[in-house]
């Protein structure tokens, strides 16, 4: 049987914040969106902002009708970023088996490191004492024999929680849950399998394999055996070939303009390419995200050579947003996505030349930005 | 209309003219084939509007006449008769075909609705042997552009130079130059063809032996040879400046027997996903040649004697690009040029200037 832990981290946003202001920590505080606009969104409440009812994803307004004294800091994605790989900096010391899930939640396999630092729940104990003493910052931490059932425990209890949860408990503790709570499901999915009759994760585990690969295919499989708890999947670090590098924006106001549209690209590939630039990696397929003000949300892509220039991923999303675009549908949010990443070997190409000047100059931009602070260049498509 | 004529003629007309009908046109009357009788010959037409292809044949000829027959109904009754005389005549508003006991009476159409192929002046000619043309198309059309964003790109440029023909292709990763030496064409050319043309059109030749006569101006080109003519659209635009990417000068010079060099790249490329995945990379120590390919399936090593001038060095290749130049050289050995291992590399003949193959390399990650 393997060990594996989830290690998801406690309303990271804004634990984060409190590293920097000590005081945030008695107060009811959240990181949201600028307050300014309707666009502003809960990103991350603390606990005492969650006594208030204050949850993430509520617009600022909601919020402060119910918390008046809620403090609002503005999110610093920089330096989230920062924390999170000092926290799996951390994890790395107990396996070299993470998988990293997002910014604040990682898979570790911990079979082999029993010998070394103990039971999987005295790993757990340690790296969630380590993280609030040295990091000041809070972890739920699921422990079980799979990736699963590790990532289900870890919602059992928040904050600061510690549970196991093995295949011989899921009568007892899973079954009981809604679909709806089942990692992998989403809100379509659990409305689908209600309409069904199917409430419990239990009247999922009953149903017939064939039953539900031929309600929802393949997706069908994953279903039925994460209901019984079974997950072989290995913790590992993802193949990059088929890691993505993407970043959406909920836009001020709605917009019809595609010129407008075409700046926020600017805003959103720039930001990308430089992420990717920064791991030496370069992409193939760009998509654009679109969502209109209906909620009704499209996906498109297309292919072009290997690269990590902010022109030829703008270029690819302008082609992209001209030949989706309908001024009669006010957009909401646009996202913009870098696929099919790799570091492999380059084919050089005729364009090669002018290519490397551009590498060169989006290199050096990206460190001025680095060194003097973000956004300190900027380009004249965005002004 | 009325004709006789069998059916091996008839045959090899709708084969020519059908290589410029589109089954999905974007015009319906594009879907036909115009047929026109007239003194003693039938004239046959096919046209997408790119491509125009025009076929004469002989024909006891009774009653002059045209028609617009659907091009895919008169292939197939045409493919389906026997070795018979074919009689073809209208009736009202049929078309009977007749040939040993069967008659096909089929619909037929006016040909007012089709459009006129252009015409070309003939102002303007180059002469070259079919076998000739043939040859170079083949061993060029293979690095035409398919990136339609540089629409220039996706045809072959066609230019004199000195009592020569040359034709060049190139997409983003390499170039092909081919040269031929012909006497009497004083005329200075220069003009780019669709790649989908030459495709066409080197199915169209068949006789290796005669002569093509090249006729063009600004926008279009016209191919006479047999009984046919082949009229396309050129592509418009400055083409790239092609000469300026050839490198001078080299670090390294070798030369290999072409074919255990293209036996070589093969077997590399069955470890290497056709190519496309894991690079061939070459290593040149002294007088071996290294070619090795770490595929996800497997690897292979392999070595040649070679003659070296110059350094040692590595470099990496996308296999197919080797193996399309390679493949397209009719001599014993070549010489392959290196200027660097991020650098372009050509293979030219030992002796000549017949060709040029220029191949960019892959970057191996360090």
């Known amino acids: ?383 | 209309m009325n004709f006789i004529c069998t059916r091996k003629k008839l045959q090899e007309a709708v084969n020519s003219v059908s290589k410029a009908i589109s089954n999905n046109p974007i015009m319906p009357v594009l879907g036909n084939i115009y047929i026109k009788v007239k003194d003693s010959q039938i004239i046959f037409r096919g046209y997408d509007l790119e491509i125009g292809i025009e076929h004469v044949e002989d024909a006891e000829v009774k009653e002059e006449g045209e028609v617009l027959v659907n091009s895919r109904l008169f292939s197939d009754i045409v493919r389906s008769l026997g070795e018979e005389e074919v009689e073809i005549f209208t009736e009202e508003n049929k078309l009977v075909i007749i040939s040993g006991n069967a008659i096909f009476n089929i619909r037929w159409l006016d040909t007012a609705a089709f459009p006129k192929l252009p015409d070309v002046e003939k102002d303007n000619k180059v002469t070259i042997k079919t076998e000739y043309l043939k040859n170079m198309i083949r061993n060029t059309i293979f690095s035409v552009s398919t990136n339609e964003q540089r629409l220039i790109l996706t045809g072959a440029l066609f230019e004199s130079e000195e009592n020569c023909f040359k034709m060049i292709t190139l997409d983003s990763f390499r170039m092909s130059i081919r040269k031929e030496y012909i006497l009497g064409n004083e005329e200075l050319f220069k003009f780019v063809i669709p790649g989908k043309t030459l495709n066409e059109l080197l199915k169209l030749i068949t006789n290796d032996d005669e002569e093509i006569r090249i006729y063009y101006e600004s926008t279009q080109v016209m191919f006479e040879f047999g009984n046919c003519k082949f009229i396309s659209k050129l592509l418009q635009g400055d083409y790239f400046n092609y000469k300026a990417i050839i490198p001078k000068e080299f670090i390294t010079k070798i030369e290999v027997n072409v074919n255990e060099f293209r036996e070589i790249i093969e077997r590399n490329m069955l470890v290497s996903d056709d190519g496309r995945k894991a690079p061939l990379i070459l290593e040149i120590n002294e007088n071996i040649l290294t070619a090795n390919t770490q595929g996800e399936a497997g690897n292979v090593t392999e070595t040649l004697y070679i003659k070296k001038e110059g350094k040692d060095m590595r470099i990496g290749f996308n296999a197919k690009y080797l193996l399309d130049a390679i493949k397209s050289i009719n001599e014993e050995k070549v010489r392959i040029s290196f200027m660097g291992e991020t650098n372009a590399c050509i293979l030219t003949p030992q002796n000549s200037d017949e060709f040029l193959y220029l191949i960019l390399p892959v970057r191996i990650a360090s």
């Open chain 1, 1 to 383: 049987m393997r060990d594996i832990l989830l290690v998801d981290m406690n309303a990271f946003f804004i634990m984060c914040e409190s590293r920097r202001d000590r005081t945030l920590l008695e107060k009811p505080a959240a990181v949201a969106g600028d307050p300014k606009y309707r666009s502003g969104i809960i990103l991350a409440a603390n606990y005492e902002a969650r006594k208030f009812g204050v949850k993430v994803t509520m617009t600022v307004n909601e919020a402060v009708k119910l918390c008046p004294n809620l403090v609002l800091v503005k999110p610093d994605h920089n330096y989230y970023e920062k924390c999170s790989k000092q926290v799996f900096e951390l994890l790395y010391e107990y396996t070299p088996i993470l998988e990293i899930n997002s910014i604040d939640e990682a898979w570790m396999d911990v079979t082999n490191s029993k010998k070394l630092f103990g039971s999987p729940i005295d790993i757990a104990i340690n790296i969630q004492n380590r993280l609030k003493d040295e990091m000041g910052l809070w972890c739920s931490i699921g422990v079980s024999e799979n990736k699963f059932l590790a990532k289900m425990a870890s919602e059992i209890k928040k904050p600061l929680g510690i549970t196991q949860l093995y295949k011989s408990d899921i009568e007892e503790n899973l079954w009981p849950m809604p679909v709806r709570n089942l990692y992998g499901i989403g809100k379509a999915t659990s409305e689908k399998l209600n309409s069904y009759g199917i409430k419990t994760i239990g009247d999922l585990a009953g149903c017939e394999l064939n039953y539900l690969v031929k309600k929802f295919g393949k997706y069908g499989l994953y279903l039925y055996y994460r209901s019984k708890g079974v997950d072989d999947d290995p913790v590992a670090a993802v193949d990059s070939k088929n890691l993505s590098c993407g970043r959406m924006e909920t836009l001020a106001h709605d917009i019809t303009d595609i010129r407008d549209a075409k700046k926020v690209m600017a805003i959103l590939t720039e930001s990308i390419a430089r992420t990717i630039r920064a791991k030496q990696l370069g992409g193939s397929v760009v998509s654009i995200q679109i969502k209109y003000n209906t909620f009704k949300m499209i996906n498109r892509q297309m292919r072009i050579e290997q690269t990590n220039l902010t022109k030829d991923i703008y270029n690819a999303a302008c082609v992209l947003l001209e030949n989706n675009w309908d001024e009669d549908k006010p957009v909401r949010l646009l996202g913009v996505t870098i696929s099919s990443l790799n570091n492999n070997d380059m084919q050089l190409s005729l364009d090669s030349e002018v290519k490397d000047k551009e590498q060169k100059l989006e290199n050096t931009i990206d460190k001025i930005n680095d060194k003097y602070g973000q956004d300190i260049i900027k380009r004249g498509n965005i002004l």
